[in-house]
Nanobody, 125 residues
Framework: QVQLVESGGGLVQAGGSLRLSCAAS????????MGWFRQAPGNERELVAA???????KYADSVKGRFAISRDNARKTVYLQMNSLKPEDTAVYYC???????????????????WGQGTQVTVSS
């Protein structure tokens, strides 16, 4: 497993921007699929964006065109740039890493074997 540490959450007004960072340990970061999930009170944890080890990305429909996931393999860090934030984006955001040997789908939490502690994002109206 890798250790993941998120940073960058906070309080922002609607329409504003935040950038989340997730620093990973481990030697084979470039082979991991990295995901950003979020969980609001009373809701299930949902995938926001994923950076797949081969280079492609996946976004939830609700954030397409507003959020962008990127990674710096040399720094072992994955980022989530969030623009045009809405109150409904308010949640705890989690970074997750998926071991290449996992067979479960990367679209769901069970497809990841390492998680960060989470960072709160609050968007005020």
């Amino acid at each position: 497993q890798v250790q993941l540490v998120e940073s960058g959450g906070g309080l922002v007004q609607a329409g504003g921007s935040l950038r989340l960072s997730c620093a990973a340990s481990g030697r084979t970061f470039s082979t991991y699929t990295m995901g950003w999930f979020r969980q609001a009170p009373g809701n299930e944890r949902e995938l926001v964006a994923a950076s797949i080890s081969g280079g492609s990305t996946k976004y939830a429909d609700s954030v397409k065109g507003r959020f962008a996931i990127s990674r710096d393999n040399a720094r072992k860090t994955v980022y989530l740039q969030m623009n045009s934030l809405k109150p409904e984006d308010t949640a705890v955001y989690y970074c997750a890493a998926r071991n290449p040997s996992y067979s479960s789908s990367y679209l769901y939490p069970m497809g990841y074997n390492s998680w960060g502690q989470g960072t709160q994002v609050t968007v005020s109206s």
